[in-house]
């Protein structure tokens, strides 16, 4: 029996060595949002974006540069419209986490999962099943309860800029799926052109009188620490993790790869809380259990849908 028994321990080992970079990423994901706080201010956060993104993407450009050259004017333009879309995205989601915690940040963010399929049943016309309609209810009492921890107040402003920021994720996955231009290039192409056109806007804003100091000014402000955290936002939840998707997704499903990140959520809760002394008292305590049981709840009855003929 043991004989037996020892090749059928491989395939999972295999599987965990494919595994474990896709969680890291989600884990450096969930932490992202605590280092943006931790190096961002109201008044830095475009200067804080374009450092962000300026340092990883010249190497971008150096590594996918042919394939750049074999991308079409469509493509290009395509490419260009949702770097536009990815803008907004990190716009909102960075002067959203200065102004709320890393963990509400980070659990709101996570309402993507279920706006996504509902926006997308709103364009087909196809009703989504009742089990997500369900899903989807208790997520969003969670987000009410998540922002309520110390009490019932109103929400604060960074925890509605979240929650645009989750609707912007939304469109952002929706025009991916719709371009059809973009469907055929090369992802690494993709991400390049959407990430230089996210950095031309945020070098725009900057030069704009009364948006901040200037990149260079905040630059040579920082010190070890923030310096730290740039290159972590920079290298890790940017760089390696988009080298790790790219890896992962040919070595294993598309839907396993989604639902490791879908623990992104996760680990911002356990970094803020246990790294950046954040609490969410009792009834934010109750709220963060729903979103995620709601939001993962919800991932499994649009992926069975999906799997079924």
């Known amino acids: 029996m043991s004989s037996v028994a020892l090749p059928a321990l491989a395939p999972p080992r295999r599987a965990w060595a494919t595994d474990l970079p896709v969680l890291l990423v989600a884990f450096v994901w969930g932490a992202s949002y605590l280092a943006a706080k931790g190096i961002t201010t109201t008044h830095t956060v475009i200067a804080v974006l374009v450092l962000r993104f300026a340092i990883v993407l010249p190497v971008l450009a150096v590594a996918g540069r042919r394939k750049l050259r074999a991308l079409s004017a469509e493509q290009w333009r395509g490419a260009g419209l949702l770097g536009l879309v990815l803008s907004v995205i990190f716009l909102l989601e960075t002067y959203g986490v200065v102004h709320t915690s890393a963990t509400n940040a980070g659990l709101i963010i996570s309402l993507t999962m279920i706006f996504t399929p509902l926006a997308e049943a709103a364009v087909t016309g196809i009703r989504p099943p009742r089990a997500f309609l369900a899903a989807a209810g208790l997520s ?22 979240m929650l645009l920021a989750a609707l912007a994720r939304t469109v952002h996955v929706l025009a991916m799926s719709r371009i059809k231009a973009i469907r055929s290039a090369d992802s690494l192409s993709l991400t390049t052109v959407q990430l230089g056109s996210a950095v031309a806007v945020f070098a725009v804003l900057a030069a704009v009188p009364g948006t901040g100091p200037a990149p260079w000014t905040v630059a040579a402000d920082f010190g070890a620490a923030e310096w730290a955290g740039l290159v972590f936002l920079s290298v890790f939840c940017t760089l390696f993790a988009f080298f790790v998707q790219a890896w992962s997704v040919r070595r294993t499903s598309p839907s396993r790869v989604s639902l490791l990140l879908g623990t992104e959520p996760l680990w911002a809760a356990a970094v803020g809380i246990s790294l950046g002394g954040e609490r969410l008292g009792l009834l934010g305590g109750l709220g963060a259990v729903l979103v995620l049981g709601g939001t993962a709840w919800g991932r499994r009855s649009v992926d069975r849908r999906t799997a079924t003929p």
Do not use: E, M, Y
Not at 140 to 160: E, I, N, R
């Open 140 to 161: 969003v009492a969670g987000v009410v309860l998540l922002t309520q921890g110390g009490g019932f107040t109103s929400p604060s402003a960074g925890d509605f800029l």
